[in-house]
């Protein structure tokens, strides 16, 4: 018969001060590693709490509440809700949990836009839409947020000029100048209840 995978399951509360923010491709917090005065713990972020934490930086205070298990001797902790405080460790106004499906509000997200610069997409008017990236983005106050980067190809030349949204990976093909602000806005402008 096999071993149990996890031999324990139990609530934890934690507060303290954050240390380190591990994010997954360098945008969507993963992780994070909280400083407390019984030490330093990584907990991991559950998937619809990681969508509302954007804002977190090291240095923040925080309270901390979700499941631990121990596996392999090991200590595994996974926030379900998390609470900012202020920096004496007191609780603020401000809740963090996921969000309610439906509710509107407009999320910003932080990515990069991959801009094929090849000679098909380029004849293709590859100059232009990079152009046009740069101005939607400078327009929407996104450029502290969103880089762009010029690529070598990206395989789909006769489909030209080519994109790939980060860090959703989404490629989009045959792109005219006058539909990049509509892209930008789906990408990195988008409510809640989509």
Known sequence: MGK?????????????QIVNIVRKDNFTPKRVQL???????????????????????????VSIAGTRKI????NEFKAEEL???SAGGELSSRKVSPLPVGKEKKILTQGKILVCQKSDCCKRGGKAVYQALEK???DRG?????????????????????????PSKTR???????????????????????
């Open 35 to 61: 400083s407390t005065e019984d030490g330093q713990f990584f907990i991991k972020l559950a998937k619809p709490l990681r969508a509302t934490v954007p804002f977190l930086a090291p240095g923040d205070w």
């Open 136 to 138: 939607a983005i400078d």
């Open 172 to 194: 989009h093909s045959r792109i005219r100048p006058a539909e990049v602000s509509e892209l930008v806005d789906k990408h990195f402008l988008a409510t809640a209840n989509r």
């Open 83 to 85: 609470t900012p405080l």
């Open 142 to 166: 996104l450029s502290d947020r969103v880089d762009i980067k010029k690529t070598g190809c990206l395989k789909h030349c006769k489909a030209g000029p080519n994109l790939v949204f980060m």
């Open 71 to 74: 596996k392999k001797g090991r």
């Open 4 to 16: 149990a995978k996890y031999q324990l399951e139990s609530d934890f509360s934690l507060q303290g």
